[in-house]
Protein backbone atom coordinates (compact mmCIF):
# COMPACT_ATOMS: atom_id res chain seq x y z
CA UNK A 1 0.00 0.00 0.00
CA UNK A 2 0.92 4.21 -0.31
CA UNK A 3 2.39 5.66 2.54
CA UNK A 4 4.00 8.68 2.80
CA UNK A 5 6.99 9.62 5.90
CA UNK A 6 7.68 13.03 6.84
CA UNK A 7 10.59 12.62 9.39
CA UNK A 8 10.78 15.63 10.42
CA UNK A 9 7.59 16.99 13.03
CA UNK A 10 8.97 20.43 13.43
CA UNK A 11 11.75 22.33 11.88
CA UNK A 12 12.90 26.57 13.05
CA UNK A 13 15.04 28.06 10.09
CA UNK A 14 16.28 31.40 9.80
CA UNK A 15 14.62 34.32 7.40
CA UNK A 16 16.80 34.25 4.77
CA UNK A 17 17.92 30.83 5.14
CA UNK A 18 17.63 27.68 3.01
CA UNK A 19 15.39 24.86 3.49
CA UNK A 20 14.95 21.04 2.78
CA UNK A 21 11.36 19.27 3.91
CA UNK A 22 12.25 15.44 3.70
CA UNK A 23 9.59 13.19 2.23
CA UNK A 24 9.94 9.54 1.82
CA UNK A 25 6.87 7.21 0.14
CA UNK A 26 6.50 3.90 -0.88
CA UNK A 27 4.89 2.59 -4.33
CA UNK A 28 4.81 0.01 -6.17
CA UNK A 29 5.33 2.17 -9.49
CA UNK A 30 5.85 5.23 -10.80
CA UNK A 31 4.54 7.75 -8.17
CA UNK A 32 2.11 10.70 -8.33
CA UNK A 33 3.62 13.33 -5.86
CA UNK A 34 2.41 16.97 -4.41
CA UNK A 35 3.37 19.00 -1.64
CA UNK A 36 0.90 20.81 0.10
CA UNK A 37 0.93 23.95 2.34
CA UNK A 38 -1.29 24.81 5.25
CA UNK A 39 -1.40 27.71 6.96
CA UNK A 40 -3.79 27.87 10.50
CA UNK A 41 -7.34 27.66 9.64
CA UNK A 42 -6.92 27.41 6.06
CA UNK A 43 -7.36 24.58 3.73
CA UNK A 44 -4.21 22.89 2.32
CA UNK A 45 -2.55 24.86 -0.58
CA UNK A 46 -0.81 22.98 -3.52
CA UNK A 47 2.51 23.78 -4.19
CA UNK A 48 3.75 21.90 -6.64
CA UNK A 49 3.18 17.89 -8.80
CA UNK A 50 5.57 15.49 -9.89
CA UNK A 51 3.75 13.53 -12.42
CA UNK A 52 6.54 12.35 -14.82
CA UNK A 53 9.13 13.84 -17.01
CA UNK A 54 12.04 16.28 -15.95
CA UNK A 55 12.63 15.29 -11.90
CA UNK A 56 13.39 18.64 -10.69
CA UNK A 57 9.84 20.71 -10.47
CA UNK A 58 9.44 23.99 -9.97
CA UNK A 59 6.17 25.20 -7.82
CA UNK A 60 4.81 28.28 -6.18
CA UNK A 61 6.32 31.50 -4.12
CA UNK A 62 9.74 29.83 -4.91
CA UNK A 63 9.68 26.10 -3.93
CA UNK A 64 10.80 23.56 -5.80
CA UNK A 65 11.53 19.62 -5.09
CA UNK A 66 13.41 16.60 -6.04
CA UNK A 67 12.33 13.35 -7.04
CA UNK A 68 14.65 10.71 -6.45
CA UNK A 69 13.73 7.34 -7.64
CA UNK A 70 16.48 5.52 -5.49
CA UNK A 71 15.98 7.19 -2.50
CA UNK A 72 12.24 7.20 -2.79
CA UNK A 73 12.21 10.72 -1.56
CA UNK A 74 10.73 14.00 -3.02
CA UNK A 75 11.96 16.62 -0.70
CA UNK A 76 10.99 20.06 -0.88
CA UNK A 77 13.28 22.83 -1.18
CA UNK A 78 13.39 27.42 -1.19
CA UNK A 79 16.79 28.80 -1.31
CA UNK A 80 15.94 31.35 1.06
CA UNK A 81 12.65 31.41 3.54
CA UNK A 82 10.22 34.36 3.95
CA UNK A 83 8.83 35.14 7.51
CA UNK A 84 5.66 34.17 5.52
CA UNK A 85 6.24 30.34 4.83
CA UNK A 86 5.94 29.55 8.22
CA UNK A 87 3.28 27.08 7.82
CA UNK A 88 2.18 23.39 8.23
CA UNK A 89 3.87 21.46 5.16
CA UNK A 90 2.32 17.94 3.71
CA UNK A 91 3.91 15.20 1.30
CA UNK A 92 1.04 13.41 -0.60
CA UNK A 93 1.39 10.55 -3.25
CA UNK A 94 -1.80 9.72 -5.50
CA UNK A 95 -2.93 6.32 -5.13
CA UNK A 96 -2.62 3.66 -8.09
CA UNK A 97 -5.91 4.06 -9.16
CA UNK A 98 -5.67 8.13 -9.11
CA UNK A 99 -8.66 8.62 -6.55
CA UNK A 100 -6.60 9.26 -3.45
CA UNK A 101 -3.97 10.52 -1.95
CA UNK A 102 -1.86 9.92 1.01
CA UNK A 103 -0.80 12.43 3.12
CA UNK A 104 2.43 12.62 5.64
CA UNK A 105 1.40 13.39 9.28
CA UNK A 106 3.70 17.24 8.02
CA UNK A 107 6.35 19.35 9.30
CA UNK A 108 5.53 22.43 10.59
CA UNK A 109 7.67 25.27 10.07
CA UNK A 110 8.86 27.71 12.10
CA UNK A 111 11.01 30.76 10.81
CA UNK A 112 12.70 33.46 13.01
CA UNK A 113 13.90 36.99 12.07
CA UNK B 1 -13.32 32.29 -10.40
CA UNK B 2 -14.30 31.07 -6.92
CA UNK B 3 -12.69 28.01 -5.04
CA UNK B 4 -14.06 25.51 -3.42
CA UNK B 5 -16.55 26.10 -0.37
CA UNK B 6 -17.19 24.09 2.37
CA UNK B 7 -20.13 25.53 5.36
CA UNK B 8 -20.25 25.71 7.87
CA UNK B 9 -17.06 26.73 9.30
CA UNK B 10 -17.39 25.62 12.64
CA UNK B 11 -19.70 22.94 14.31
CA UNK B 12 -20.29 21.94 17.86
CA UNK B 13 -22.61 18.59 18.34
CA UNK B 14 -23.32 16.49 21.19
CA UNK B 15 -22.15 12.72 21.03
CA UNK B 16 -24.81 10.58 19.69
CA UNK B 17 -25.94 13.60 17.02
CA UNK B 18 -25.97 13.55 13.76
CA UNK B 19 -23.76 16.21 11.21
CA UNK B 20 -24.22 17.69 7.74
CA UNK B 21 -21.09 19.08 6.38
CA UNK B 22 -21.78 20.83 2.81
CA UNK B 23 -19.09 21.53 -0.37
CA UNK B 24 -19.37 23.49 -3.57
CA UNK B 25 -16.52 22.51 -5.88
CA UNK B 26 -14.02 24.93 -7.72
CA UNK B 27 -15.54 26.08 -11.15
CA UNK B 28 -14.77 23.15 -13.79
CA UNK B 29 -14.44 20.28 -11.57
CA UNK B 30 -16.57 17.08 -11.29
CA UNK B 31 -15.02 15.26 -8.74
CA UNK B 32 -15.00 15.81 -4.75
CA UNK B 33 -13.63 14.09 -2.23
CA UNK B 34 -13.69 14.07 1.32
CA UNK B 35 -11.04 14.13 4.15
CA UNK B 36 -10.83 14.08 7.65
CA UNK B 37 -7.88 15.99 9.68
CA UNK B 38 -7.39 15.12 13.27
CA UNK B 39 -5.22 17.52 15.23
CA UNK B 40 -2.03 17.30 14.52
CA UNK B 41 -2.11 14.76 11.65
CA UNK B 42 -2.14 14.33 7.82
CA UNK B 43 -5.57 13.95 6.15
CA UNK B 44 -6.86 10.83 5.77
CA UNK B 45 -9.45 9.98 2.95
CA UNK B 46 -12.78 9.27 3.11
CA UNK B 47 -14.69 8.51 0.28
CA UNK B 48 -15.16 10.15 -3.08
CA UNK B 49 -17.84 11.18 -5.26
CA UNK B 50 -18.01 11.39 -9.25
CA UNK B 51 -21.51 11.52 -11.40
CA UNK B 52 -23.26 11.16 -8.14
CA UNK B 53 -22.03 8.05 -7.34
CA UNK B 54 -19.41 6.71 -4.51
CA UNK B 55 -16.61 6.32 -6.50
CA UNK B 56 -13.92 4.75 -3.91
CA UNK B 57 -13.56 4.87 0.11
CA UNK B 58 -10.98 4.72 2.91
CA UNK B 59 -11.04 3.17 5.72
CA UNK B 60 -14.37 4.69 7.45
CA UNK B 61 -16.87 2.90 8.92
CA UNK B 62 -20.62 3.43 7.59
CA UNK B 63 -21.29 6.14 9.55
CA UNK B 64 -19.62 8.12 7.50
CA UNK B 65 -22.06 8.49 4.13
CA UNK B 66 -21.95 11.11 1.65
CA UNK B 67 -24.08 12.65 -1.89
CA UNK B 68 -23.37 14.18 -4.80
CA UNK B 69 -25.82 16.42 -6.40
CA UNK B 70 -25.96 16.90 -10.24
CA UNK B 71 -24.23 20.23 -10.20
CA UNK B 72 -21.48 18.34 -8.72
CA UNK B 73 -21.87 20.00 -5.08
CA UNK B 74 -21.79 17.54 -2.25
CA UNK B 75 -22.47 16.45 1.43
CA UNK B 76 -21.08 14.61 4.27
CA UNK B 77 -23.07 13.19 6.69
CA UNK B 78 -22.01 11.48 9.64
CA UNK B 79 -24.45 9.20 12.08
CA UNK B 80 -23.70 8.41 15.97
CA UNK B 81 -21.28 10.98 16.61
CA UNK B 82 -18.32 10.14 18.64
CA UNK B 83 -15.99 12.34 20.56
CA UNK B 84 -13.23 10.76 17.99
CA UNK B 85 -15.15 12.25 15.35
CA UNK B 86 -13.67 15.38 16.30
CA UNK B 87 -11.67 16.87 13.24
CA UNK B 88 -11.24 19.38 10.47
CA UNK B 89 -13.79 17.65 7.64
CA UNK B 90 -11.80 19.27 4.30
CA UNK B 91 -13.56 19.00 1.09
CA UNK B 92 -11.38 18.89 -1.92
CA UNK B 93 -12.58 18.62 -5.68
CA UNK B 94 -10.37 18.02 -8.66
CA UNK B 95 -10.92 17.07 -12.55
CA UNK B 96 -10.28 13.13 -13.66
CA UNK B 97 -7.96 11.07 -12.17
CA UNK B 98 -4.44 11.84 -10.68
CA UNK B 99 -5.44 15.53 -10.84
CA UNK B 100 -4.08 17.69 -8.11
CA UNK B 101 -6.69 18.25 -5.29
CA UNK B 102 -7.70 21.98 -4.64
CA UNK B 103 -8.99 21.90 -1.24
CA UNK B 104 -11.88 24.10 1.00
CA UNK B 105 -10.79 26.01 4.09
CA UNK B 106 -12.60 22.97 6.00
CA UNK B 107 -15.52 22.49 8.58
CA UNK B 108 -14.22 22.17 11.90
CA UNK B 109 -16.61 19.66 14.00
CA UNK B 110 -16.37 19.56 17.75
CA UNK B 111 -18.27 16.97 19.59
CA UNK B 112 -19.19 17.41 23.27
Known amino acids: AQSVTQPDIHITVSEGASLELRCNYSYGATPYLFWYVQSPGQGLQLLLKYFSGDTLVQGIKGFEAEFKRSQSSFNLRKPSVHWSDAAEYFC???????????FGTGTSLTVIP | DAGVTQSPTHLIKTRGQQVTLRCSPKSGHDTVSWYQQALGQGPQFIFQ???????QRGNFPDRFSGHQFPNYSSELNVNALLLGDSALYLC???????????FGNGTRLTVT
Open chain 2, 49 to 55: YYEEEER
Open chain 2, 92 to 102: ASSLGLYSPLH
Open chain 1, 92 to 102: AVGSNTGNQFY
